[in-house]
Structure formats: C-alpha cells, structure tokens
C-alpha cells in the first residue's frame, strides 16, 4: 500500500521541498517536485481516479505551501494509505516570473484552491490569478480567506469576504487562521496532523479539517 495523497511541487523557491526534507519520514503523505521539468506534471493526469488540486496565486506570501501540506496532511489522516493516488496537491510559484509552471499545473487540475490573506494589497494579484488564468480554462475554484487573525477582529475577515462576493468569486465558509504553530512548523518538521495535543493545536487541526470537508476531499 502506499499513501493516497501525493504533493508535487513546482515552486522553484522550493518551500515543500525544504518543509518535507525536515519531516523526513514522519510525512505523511507522498512527495515530488516538477518545477524543473513540468513535463512531469502531464504524467499525473493519466493516473486512474485521481483528482488532482492546485493551490494557486500569483501574490507571494499568501500561505500556498502552508495551505498545500496542511490539506495534503488531513485528507491523508482521513483516507489512510490506497491501493494508488486519490488526491494530488500542487504547490505553485507566487511569482508571475513563473506563469509558465502554474499554467501547466492549471492545465491538469481537477480544480483550484486560491488563498487569499485580508490584506489589500493581495486583492490585485488574486484577481489577476482567476481572471487571467483560471477563468478562461472554465475550472472548477474556490477562494480561501487565509492566515486571519482573529485578535484584529473582523473588520478586515468582513471587508476581504466582501472583496471577494463584489468580484462574484466562489469561496469557502471555511477560515484559516493564524497560529504561531504554523508558522513554526515547517522548522519543527511537522503538519498539522503532527501538532502537539493541545487546545490551540486542535484548533488550528480543525481549520484545515473543516476546509478539506467543505471541499468535498474526505473520499474519492
């Protein structure tokens, strides 16, 4: 058996390729990378029931790779190990140096996650990502309000959610908030299923749980 959850990236800054070396054994779920040679990424598409998802926006720093692993992480606590793939997550380069690596992951995908922080100056990049190239390919997509902190409270969670329903973009009811244990994570070598047991940690777990669950990733 192997795992029913395979990552590939294809940012040449390489963050899962680091995050997923300082797991090492520990992760959870299977890794490659293509940004290389993304001649690769054609390859996934032939794979028998598969659904294949991109975490996409051309605005660095959004969360991608921390959203990718993270989802990639719950879908595999839930399904366990499969005879082959059910669900593949590609992390892409927040750059539009590399639209190239994103348009040949948007070419194979199932549909698209798009994290999007509440911070304005995201909302330009975001819309350039879905009007440019995720609309014109006609996929599936939602928007993920991403790295809220609740301590600001919800003037910015509001006006981002506005944002997005003035732009007629479909999102998730699902939050991910900030927690400092995602962002000491990839140094620690943990997911969040790894997360020591704790309130803060369960609460940070059950984010990503409820977004994979809204997404309708629990299964085939």
Do not use: C
Not at 38 to 52: C, E, M, N
Not at 104 to 126: G, K, Q, Y
Not at 174 to 191: E, I, N, P, Q
Request: glycine content about 6%.
């Amino acid at each position: 058996m192997q795992s029913s959850v395979l990552v590939v990236s294809t940012d040449p800054q390489g963050s899962v390729v680091w995050w997923a070396d300082r797991v090492g054994d520990a992760l959870p779920f299977d890794f490659d990378q293509a940004h290389e040679d993304p001649s690769i990424l054609k390859t996934l598409r032939d794979l028998p029931g598969v659904r294949i998802h991109v975490v996409a926006n051309q605005k660095g720093g959004v969360g991608k790779t921390t959203l990718t692993v993270n989802l990639a992480a719950v879908v595999y606590d839930t399904i366990g190990d499969a005879a082959q793939y059910k669900h593949i997550f590609i992390d892409t380069p927040g750059s539009l140096e590399d639209e190239q690596l994103l348009a040949a992951s948007l070419d194979i995908a199932d549909d698209v996650i798009v994290p999007l922080p509440p911070e304005p100056l995201a909302f330009d990049p975001t819309a350039r990502t879905i009007n440019r190239l995720i609309l014109p390919r006609e996929l599936p997509y939602r928007v993920v309000v991403n790295n809220w902190d609740p301590r600001d409270g919800r003037a910015d969670l509001d006006d981002t959610n506005d944002f997005i329903d003035n732009a007629n973009w479909s999102r998730t009811k699902a939050v991910t908030r900030r927690y400092k244990l995602h962002t000491r994570a990839s140094a620690d070598g943990k997911v969040v299923t790894q997360y020591a047991r704790n309130r803060v940690a369960m609460e940070a777990r059950e984010d990503f749980f409820r977004l994979a669950l809204e997404l309708g990733y629990g299964g085939q």
